[in-house]
């Protein structure tokens, strides 16, 4: 009967496969800090975009301007 051959995986000590969790840890931080800062970076063109498309009259008070969100909503509703 023929032996199975068996294929030489290398070995991993305990200090190998800690400094690969930690790179990949580190890795992954990384990601998500590149992540939150996309966003915020998204957020903050979107922020502006809106604010210079707005044309918020500084006169107008809560009242006036809730008035004219009624007449918008019903302009366009049925």
């Known amino acids: 009967m023929a032996q199975p051959e068996i294929s030489s995986a290398p070995s991993y000590s305990s200090q190998d496969a800690a400094e690969t969790q930690q790179l990949s840890c580190t890795e992954a931080g990384n990601a998500l800090a590149s992540e939150e800062d996309d966003l ?8 502006e975009e809106l604010e210079g498309e707005m044309d918020v009259d500084a006169e107008k008070d809560v009242d006036e301007l809730l008035l004219e969100l009624s007449d ?4 366009v509703t049925p």
């Open 40 to 47: 915020e970076q998204f957020m903050t063109e979107i922020t």
């Open 72 to 75: 918008i909503i019903d302009s």
